[in-house]
Structures are given as C-alpha cells and as structure tokens.
C-alpha cells in the first residue's frame, strides 16, 4: 500500500529496471530472512514480522509494472495485455496453493544443511522457493526486458525511462490535462471491488463452518478447491474478455461485470426457514446466553432438535451460540453458495481488468507511475479492510447483514459508474485525437 506509490514514483522518472530489481531483491532478501528466523535466541517473532512486512513492500513493483504495459501498448492493444497479465497472476495464485501443499511431503523436520543453518521443512521451503523464482525474475529482467513506449494509436516513440534520455522527451500527444474525476472514480470502483472479493475470499472459511458443520479442516480443503476452480474460471473470463471488449467496450463490460457480483452477494442473502445447526460447547451450566426481544419470539419447536454434546474431546461444529444471530438466520444452502462462488468468479476478473485498462486509458501517455500506484494501494487498503468487515459485522450481526450490506455498496458502485459513464473515455479520444471506435 505504501510501497507502490513509491515505485510508480520512481519509474516515472528513472529506467524501470531499477525499482523492478530493487524491490525483488528485497522480497529475496525477506524471503531469505524468514527461513532464518528460527535462529535468533529471543524475538523471533518480530523477524518474522519484518520479513512479511519486507515481502509486502516488495511486492509494491506491480504499478510498475502495469505502467509499463501502459505505456508500451497501443489503445487496441492494452485490454489484451492487460488481461494477459491479469491471468498470469490468477494461475499464480492457483498454483501457490498447490506448491504449498507438495512442500508438506517434506514433513515439519525436513533436512538441515549445518554448514548454513539452513532448515530446509514444510515451513520455509515455500519462501526459499519464492526467493529461488525472485532470482530467476531478476536474472530475465536484466537479459530480457527492454524500455519500449509506443504512443496511443502505436507509433513507436521516445521514453523519458530509457538510459541517457531527458524527461522532456515527451511528445506532443502528451499536452492536455488528466481527467481527475474520472480518475477518482476508477480508484473507487476498484477498492470496491477488491474490497468485496477480499470479504468473499474471508468469509468462505467461517461462513461454511457455521451454515454447514464443516470442521475447520473441511471448511478449509473444501473452500480450497472452490476457489482453486474459480481461479481457472478467472483465467477462462481472461481470455474472453480479450474478445468481448472489442465488440462492446470496456465500460459496458465493467458494467456487466458489477451487475454479476451484485447477484452472486444477492443470492448469498438468507431466504429459507430451516436454521443452521447449533454449536452450545460453549454453554456453561447448561444455561443459554442472554438473547435480544426478537429472538425470544422464535418458536420453541426450532430448538427442541438441538442437544448438547456430552463428548468435547471432539471439534464442535455449527454455529456458535456465541454469536447470537444463529438463533433466528435461515442458513445459506449450499446450492446458494456454489451458485454465489461461480457467479463472483465470473464477475471479479471482468471487473478487475477492465478497471484497469480503463484507468491506463483514461491517464493517456503521460508517465502512468503514481497513477498505477496509488490505484495498487486502493486495492490494497481494500484487502486490508476485507477481513476487518468480516470479524465485525459478519460475527456480530450475522450474514443478513454482511451482504446486504455488500450489495449496497455494489448498487452505489453501479451508481457512480452510471454518473461518470461518459467521462471513462481515452485521453486521446477525450482530445479528439482518435475516435472512440478505435478503442
């Protein structure tokens, strides 16, 4: 969130290999740390904190990169670079899971290479794997990756990135003024969306355990492989975009896309009469928890089903009668959920590449590198808040709320894009370089 302003910063004005190097390398060197902290005698935890924290900031050179892709792409190129990067991401967080789990063949005792003091366990094999593919990426960007900036319509031109070049080597499709507003409204439209798929993300785990009577270990194999699947999906609606944009733009895309997540969060909303079943372990002298006037009138036939277990020694399941919302909320069935899993699959990606071609487009040729920036740190202040949503308002008040509330925040989403539609146009067809149906 903090370190993605500052990299689009600093690319705007120096050779992109620099901050692309700088902050890999520090996610090799926090990579690196973490598999060593076992070794200090005292504090060990706030190594590790640091090291995830190094990893965060590293991580920052994704506004660095999609300024590249910005720059380096004509109009009717950038919607198919843009989704391309999009599903290269979505295959990564498909197959980190997927390594993460073949990384505990290795056991928790793993091997130990005295010489270094290096444990090589479950534990640290997955970061010094990361560190390993960190390498890997600095050694392509130094014999690979090359500055390259083509204007709007193509036309290869001068980049103020490339060695030995002035900042006033931009050419004239560059004169004229960024539209902010539209701008802002992108940045919203974005922590929004980001913001509703880190609560879906959330909420998967709890929200089974307590509709379904999943163990925690089931909550998390299943919902595992739910979201494995939904990545593919993400890559298939990658691709398609890539085809759809061109006939119907991206702001009617966009559209479809909040339209779609405002259903998936919809149907998530509680609507039958069976509750979900109860978890009392935490009952005491068999007594039941003060409950609200409302929940007083609920039937007594609802609860004469539910006992009290007489065995702890294994998990409880259900919904805790801790949080008092389980007395009276119909449970979400499971058709629900898988129909809502599919359809936010569906609608996440469209959103989330559109906005930012969107956004590229919008800031036209000008350096994209604050811009990109501050969009990354949106999204990231929006994943921040994803999992502070879900342990207020989904534990305290129940899922009845949590989405309806969601929803609304989707409806007025939709409502800011009806407000700016014509505003989320390229910069050059807002000067009347280029028409729109070249776009």
Known sequence: ???????GLWSNYRPRREPLVVSTTISVAANCLYAYVHLPHSHNKYYMLTARALVGFGAGNVAVVRSYIAGATSLTERTSAMANTSACQAVGFI??????????????????????????NMYTAPVLFGALLGVINIILIFAIFREHRVDDMGRQCKSINSEGEESGSLDQ?????????????????????????AVFETIA??????????????AVFYNGIILSVVGIESVIVFMV?????????ERAILHGGLLIVLVGF???????????????????????????????????????ALQLPSNHTVE???????????????????AQYISSDILIGLGYPVCNVMSYTLYSKIL?????GVYMGWLTASGSGARILGPVFVSQIYTHLGPRWAFSLICGVVVVSLLLLEVVYKRLIAFSVRYGRMQEENC
């Open 1 to 7: 969130m903090v370190a993605s302003p500052l990299f």
């Open 95 to 120: 197959l980190g899971p997927v390594f993460q789990t073949c990384f505990t063949l290795i056991g928790e005792e793993g091997i130990t290479w005295k010489l270094i003091h290096l444990q090589l």
């Open 173 to 197: 499709d560059a004169e004229g003024n960024v539209d902010h507003v539209a701008v802002v409204a992108i940045n919203f439209l974005f922590f929004v969306i980001l913001f509703v798929f």
């Open 205 to 218: 785990t709890p929200l089974t355990m307590d509709m379904y009577s999943w163990t925690r270990k089931e």
């Open 241 to 249: 975009v890539k085809m759809l944009s061109k006939k119907t733009g």
């Open 266 to 304: 919809f149907i998530l909303l509680p609507w039958g009469k069976k509750l979900p079943n109860i978890q009392w372990q935490e009952i005491k002298n068999n007594s039941i928890p003060r409950t609200t006037s409302t929940e007083m009138l609920m039937p007594f036939w609802s609860l004469e």
């Open 316 to 334: 409880p399941v259900g919904c805790p009668i801790t949080q008092s919302w389980c007395l009276n909320t119909p449970m979400i069935y499971l």
């Open 364 to 368: 036209g040729p000008k350096p994209q």
